[in-house]
C-alpha cells in the first residue's frame, strides 16, 4: 500500500458524512442496474458485494420499484414491493456491511415510464399521457387520493429499506423514468392544481415526498435525491441555467446528499463515441455545489485518480459517482489507494453493460469478464487460483481473446507463449480504435499488455504468423487459438443467409480493406446488414476521408442494435448531419459496375442508385485455418495435444466482451482438468 499521507490522492479516501452516517472514503457506485434485479437476488448480492470489497465506500441498488404500479416487468430491476423483498435485500446490505461500505437503495416510482406488463394496473402519471415505453398503454393522470397513496408507498417502502439495513435511502427523479420527474416537466404536468403549473407547485410532490422520507427512515439514516438538472433538450426540457438550478434552491438543505446528473439515461451513460471525455458532465453539473452545504455526488466516467482529485479540489464533487468505471474495475478504488494505477481495468465507453439491462440478461463488461459472474461462477475480478500444476501452453493470436487468455493463465502460474501474426498486439480492437470515436478501445488491449509485461511466465512472439507445423514444432500440448475472424465479401447476412451473387461488379471491399488503406472512389456505398456499430461507424469514418457515402441497410434505422447501448439516435442524427446519404428498409439485389440495384423488403419494389464500390458490413467468417490444420494433423501425433480450443471470433464471431470472455473462461477451464466452469441457477425460495 502507498504512503496515502503523501500520496497526491489522499483527499479521495477523506470519509465524509452524509447525515448521521459517514462513508469511509469518497468512492461512491451511484445506483446501476445489472439485468440481474429482483429475480437473480444472490448474483445481486455477490456484484455489489465485490464493489464493497474493492473499496467502494458506498454501494447502491439500481432503481427499487416501491409498488406493483412502478411495474417494469420484462426488464429486471430490484423490488421492494412489500415484506417479503426485504430478506434479498438484506442480504445485499449485510454484504455491503462486511467491507465497511455504505449501502444505498434507489427508490422508485416510475409513472408513465412503466407499462406495468406484469401486474395489468393502469400506470399512473401527473397528467394524461401514453407510457414512453413501446408498448399501446397509456398512463392515467392521478387524482389526490393517488397523489396521496403514491407518498404513502414511498414511505413504506422507506420503512422497509430501514428494516433491510440501508444507510441511505433515495428519492429517485432522474432519467426521465420517474413519476416524481415527471411532475417537474411542464411537458407532462399539464395539471390546474397545486401539482401543475409554476415552478412551486411542480416541485410540490418531490418536496413533499423528500419530507415524509425523512420521518420514515428516522435520525439514523440518510436521504439522498437524485435529480437530473439538464435534459439537454434546450428550453424544450429541464436546464441547469434555468428551473434545474431554481429547484436544487427550493430543496437545497432538505436532502442528505444531492445525486446529480444529466437526463435521459443516453446523456448520463453517453458512450465514449459521444463524450470521449471524463468528467463530461461537469458543465451542467457543477453548479450544485454552490447551492447547498450537502455533499454532492456526480459521474462522469471517472477513471483516473488526477482527474478525480481535480473534481475534488475544485468544489465540483464531494464524492468521485461511478456506475461504469466501478463495472469495469469493482478494485479501482483499492487500486488507487495501492498506487497501482497501471492496474486500474478502464471503462471503454461501450455501453455493452447497459445492453444486457435492455436486453434483460444478465450484465456484463467488455473491460471485466467476471462482471455478473461473482455468484453464478464464483469468479473474482483480481484473484485467480493457482493451478495445481504448471502447464506449457500456446496461445495464437494476440486479439481480445488471446490476450485475456494468456492474462488468466499465466496468473494461475502456467507458462505461457503468445504468439501474434503481426507485429501488434490488440486485434480488432487496435483496428477499429483508429475509427471516430473508438479511441478507448484500444484500453482493452492496453490493459492486458501492460498486465502481460510484469508477468515473468509470458513470452510474446510478434511477428510470427504461425501454421500447423510450426504449431507441432513448439511440443507445447495446450493450444489455444485465437485467430479472430474476418468479415466476408460474399454479402452473406441475416437479410441474404446465402450471399449475393456479383457478376460484373463494382469493386466489393470489406471494413479489412478499409483498414488496410485501400484506395477509395469518391462515390461509396456501405451495406450493413450487421446491424451494430460498424456499419455506422465505418460510413462515418468514409465520409471523413472525402468520400460521398450512402448507408444501405434492411433495417429500419442506421445501426439498429446499438438502440441497446443508447447510442441508435446519436449515430443516426449525426451521420443525417454529416451528409451521409441513408437508405432504411432495402436489400441488395445486384451489384453492377456503377448501379446498386435494391429491393424493398416490404414491396420488393426495386430501384437503381449510383456508386462506384461498396463495403459489405455483414457478417464475418471464422479465421480458423491453423485450427483445422492442427485438428488433421493432431492425428498423427506421437504424443496428442491434451488441450485445442478455439476461443473468441475465431470460434464464433460476436463482441469483443464475448470475446474476452471467452478467453476468460478458456483459461479457467484449462484449471478444472477437463470439466466445465459451469454456473449456478437460483432458486428463490432458498435466500427467503
Ligand atoms: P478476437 O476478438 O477473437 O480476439 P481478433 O481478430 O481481434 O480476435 O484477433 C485475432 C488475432 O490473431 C489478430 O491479432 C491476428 O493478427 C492474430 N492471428 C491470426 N492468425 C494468426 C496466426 N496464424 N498466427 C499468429 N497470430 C494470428
Ligand atoms: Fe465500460 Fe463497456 Fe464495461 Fe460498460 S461494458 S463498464 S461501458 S467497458
Not at 422508485?108 to 399512473?124: D, E, K, L, Y
Not at 439514516?221 to 434555468?242: F, H, T
Not at 485445442?644 to 466482451?657: E, F, M, Q
Request: charged fraction near 20%; include cysteine.
Amino acid at each position: 500500500m502507498s504512503d496515502l499521507k503523501n500520496s497526491p490522492y489522499a483527499v479521495l479516501f477523506e470519509p465524509v458524512a452524509i447525515g448521521p452516517v459517514t462513508a469511509r472514503n469518497r468512492f461512491y457506485q451511484v445506483p446501476h442496474c445489472t439485468g440481474l434485479g429482483h429475480a437473480n437476488p444472490k448474483a445481486e448480492v455477490a456484484l455489489r458485494a465485490t464493489k464493497a470489497e474493492g473499496g467502494w465506500g458506498v454501494v447502491c441498488t439500481q432503481e427499487v420499484e416501491i409498488h406493483p404500479s412502478s411495474d417494469l416487468t420484462p426488464a429486471l430491476e430490484g423490488r421492494l414491493w412489500d415484506d417479503q423483498d426485504i430478506p434479498a435485500h438484506r442480504a445485499m446490505t449485510n454484504a455491503v456491511h462486511e467491507h465497511q461500505s455504505l449501502a444505498g437503495i434507489e427508490l422508485v416510482h416510475n409513472g408513465q415510464h412503466s407499462a406495468n406488463m406484469g401486474t395489468r394496473i393502469p400506470p399512473i402519471a401527473p397528467s394524461h399521457r401514453p407510457v414512453d415505453v413501446m408498448h399501446p398503454v397509456q398512463a392515467r393522470a392521478m387524482d389526490k387520493q393517488d397523489i396521496k397513496q403514491l407518498r404513502q408507498w414511498y414511505v413504506d417502502a422507506a420503512k422497509r429499506a430501514r428494516v433491510a439495513g440501508y444507510d441511505i435511502v433515495y428519492v429517485y427523479a432522474g432519467h426521465n423514468m420517474a413519476t416524481l420527474m415527471h411532475f417537474l416537466l411542464p411537458r407532462y404536468n399539464d395539471r390546474s392544481d397545486e401539482y401543475g403549473g409554476k415552478l412551486v407547485n411542480r416541485v410540490r410532490l418531490l418536496k413533499e415526498t423528500l419530507c415524509d422520507v425523512r420521518d420514515a427512515v428516522g435520525t439514523d439514516c440518510a436521504i439522498a435525491l437524485r435529480l437530473a438538472v439538464d435534459e439537454l433538450l434546450g428550453s424544450g426540457g429541464m436546464q441547469a441555467s434555468d428551473e434545474g438550478a431554481e429547484i436544487v434552491s427550493m430543496l437545497a438543505e432538505i436532502p442528505d446528499l444531492w445525486d446529480v446528473n444529466i437526463s435521459g439515461w443516453s446523456n448520463d451513460s453517453a458512450t465514449a463515441r459521444f463524450e470521449p471525455d471524463e468528467g463530461y458532465q461537469e458543465k451542467y453539473t457543477a453548479f450544485v455545489k454552490k447551492l447547498t452545504s450537502k455533499p454532492v455526488v456526480g459521474v462522469g466516467r471517472f477513471t483516473s485518480p488526477g482527474a478525480m482529485v481535480s473534481q475534488i479540489n475544485r468544489g465540483v464533487l464531494d464524492f468521485i459517482g461511478a456506475a461504469r468505471p466501478s463495472i469495469a474495475d469493482p478494485f479501482l478504488p483499492n487500486k488507487i489507494l495501492a498506487g497501482e494505477l497501471e492496474s486500474i481495468r478502464e471503462c471503454i465507453g461501450c455501453n455493452i453493460c447497459v445492453s444486457s439491462d435492455n436486453v434483460v440478461s444478465a450484465i456484463r463488461c467488455t473491460q471485466n469478464p467476471t462482471m455478473g459472474e461473482e455468484w453464478r461462477r464464483g469468479w473474482h475480478p483480481e484473484k485467480m487460483p493457482k493451478a495445481s500444476s504448471s502447464e506449457q501452453v500456446l496461445v495464437i493470436g494476440a486479439g481480445p481473446a488471446g490476450l485475456e487468455c494468456t492474462l488468466q493463465l499465466a496468473r494461475q502460474g502456467h507458462s505461457v507463449l503468445l504468439a501474434e501474426a503481426t507485429r501488434n498486439v490488440g486485434g480488432r480492437v487496435l483496428t477499429e480504435s483508429s475509427l471516430p470515436g473508438l479511441a478507448s478501445y484500444r484500453r482493452v488491449s492496453d490493459y492486458r499488455q501492460q498486465q502481460l509485461r510484469v508477468l515473468p511466465n509470458v513470452e510474446l512472439l510478434l511477428d510470427n504468423q504461425l501454421n500447423a507445423a510450426d504449431v507441432v514444432d513448439t511440443g507445447i500440448e495446450h493450444v489455444f487459438i485465437a485467430t479472430g475472424a474476418k468479415w466476408r465479401r460474399d454479402g452473406l447476412g441475416r437479410q441474404h443467409p446465402q450471399g449475393i451473387l456479383y457478376e460484373d461488379a463494382m469493386p466489393v471491399l470489406t471494413p479489412e480493406d478499409i483498414f488496410a488503406g485501400k484506395q477509395l472512389p469518391e462515390n461509396i456505398t456501405v451495406y450493413d446488414d450487421d446491424h451494430y456499430y460498424l456499419g455506422g461507424v465505418i460510413a462515418e469514418a468514409l465520409h471523413h476521408s472525402g468520400c460521398h457515402v450512402t448507408l444501405v441497410t434492411p433495417a429500419n434505422c442506421v445501426s439498429a442494435w446499438t438502440e441497446h447501448t443508447l447510442e441508435q439516435h446519436k449515430i443516426h442524427t449525426r451521420l443525417l448531419m454529416l451528409g451521409v446519404r441513408i437508405i432504411t428498409a432495402q436489400q441488395i439485389k445486384s451489384v453492377g459496375k456503377k448501379r446498386l440495384t435494391l429491393s424493398c423488403i416490404y414491396t420488393e419494389n426495386l430501384s437503381e442508385h449510383e456508386s462506384e464500390a461498396i463495403v459489405m458490413v455483414t457478417s464475418r467468417m471464422p479465421s480458423d485455418k491453423v485450427y483445422q490444420e492442427v485438428l488433421t494433423e493432431c492425428h498423427d501425433l506421437a504424443t496428442p495435444l491434451r488441450t485445442l480450443k478455439r476461443i473468441g471470433d475465431c470460434l464464433a464471431p460476436s463482441t469483443v466482451a464475448a470475446a474476452v470472455y471467452s478467453g476468460h473462461l478458456a483459461a479457467r477451464e484449462l484449471g478444472l482438468d477437463g470439466t466445465k466452469d459451469l454456473y449456478r441457477r437460483e432458486s428463490l425460495q432458498s435466500i427467503q
